[in-house]
């Protein structure tokens, strides 16, 4: 089970986050084949590139993210403030866990007339979140991802909206800003979770390929299975609300073992999990810490990227995936190094431009 643990999580993981992040980004209803098309580009050249990033960091540091920094800038013989895009990415975890559970809550007043404020709803929302915390990770990744599977088959089997007809339209350069944080934000990459989740088995695979590819099929197929899937089934809301809530617990709980691994108090851990949601309990400001998601996760990525790219030693990584052929390294090498910071850089100021327009 372990083996297909990190699978299992991209797919369920990456399948509810975009859930949540596609009204945000004009994709309930409207499938444009270009735009897709942008995505499967993305997907190959940022997507891929920085899984196998992750996964190397990794097998180099044989622990967790935000506690593999402090070997990793002092190996790479780099300046510690290299070290917050750790702290950065801890603390997105618990706030993308309630980005997600706010989502879910907003999908369950369409369906149901409880009339109940947004704030009181993800008040329950994340006790309930902190409360499943604590079912084992094993179990919660197949019951989340059980869970988004019927929400999936409910859509496509109970009578709702009709979804779009597939059609081509002009690309725009807003679409590449959406196309990136369709892969990378809403793919979790960046915070290290999905090596985590299979820590063991990746000290024991002699390459990186071996998690990362499967992982990567796993978030490809995420998002295919996506763009058949409508949110306006009753039906699948209550199932996809389900899985939100599930995987909310599996990032809750994510973060709190980087931050015990860190050896952070656990008091601090809670303090630093609940405050990072309980922001998004604030009346009206969904909206805005939505927009400030989707950023912060961009500017992870970036920020690994760069280091990877430009700071690390060209040894350390090399060694830690192990590539069957030179060529393969010096490819992901350009992508990482010069691709995806600037693709990034690119969707970055697409996102604001469109924020701001």
Not at 261 to 270: D, K, P, S, T, Y
Request: net charge positive; with cysteine; charged share 10%.
């Amino acid at each position: 089970m372990s083996r297909w643990l990190s699978p299992l999580l991209a797919f369920c993981l990456s399948f509810i986050v975009i859930s949540a992040l596609a009204p945000s980004l004009g994709l309930q209803v409207d499938r444009q084949i270009d735009f897709w098309l942008l995505w499967l580009a993305a997907m190959l050249l940022l997507a891929l590139p920085l899984t196998y990033l992750e996964v190397a960091l990794a097998k180099r540091s044989k622990t967790t993210a935000l506690n593999a920094l402090m070997s990793l800038t002092r190996d790479a013989d780099a300046a510690q403030h290299w070290r917050v895009v750790g702290w950065l990415a801890i603390v997105f975890i618990p706030f993308l866990a309630a980005g997600i559970l706010s989502s879910a809550t907003a999908l369950l007043a369409q369906h149901v007339p409880l009339n109940w404020p947004h704030s009181y709803m993800m008040l329950g929302a994340i006790v309930l979140a902190v409360l499943c915390s604590y079912i084992p990770r094993q179990l919660l990744v197949v019951l989340s991802t059980v869970a988004a599977l019927a929400a999936l088959l409910l859509s496509n089997t109970m009578s709702g909206p009709a979804l779009t007809p597939w059609h081509v339209s002009a690309l725009e350069f807003g679409e590449w800003g959406n196309a990136t944080i369709l892969a990378l934000v809403a793919s979790g990459l960046g915070l290290g979770v999905y090596a985590q989740s299979n820590l063991t088995t990746l000290q024991q695979q002699p390459r990186a390929t071996q998690t990362a590819v499967p992982v990567w099929i796993a978030q490809l197929l995420a998002v295919i299975a996506f763009g058949y899937f409508s949110l306006q089934v009753e039906y699948a809301g209550f199932s996809l609300a389900i899985a939100a809530l599930l995987a909310a617990a599996l990032l809750i709980q994510l973060a709190q073992q980087q931050l015990a691994e860190r050896g952070i108090a656990l008091w601090l851990q809670g303090i630093v999990i609940l405050l990072a949601m309980l922001i998004w309990a604030i009346p009206h400001a969904p909206t805005v810490l939505t927009s400030i998601l989707m950023l912060w996760g961009l500017v992870i990525c970036l920020i690994y990227a760069i280091f990877a790219g430009w700071i690390m030693k060209i040894s350390h990584l090399r060694k830690a995936m192990n590539f069957k052929s030179e060529i393969s390294y010096n490819l992901w090498r350009i992508a990482v190094r010069i691709v995806a910071p600037m693709a990034i850089l690119m969707a970055i100021v697409s996102f604001v431009m469109r924020v701001l327009a």
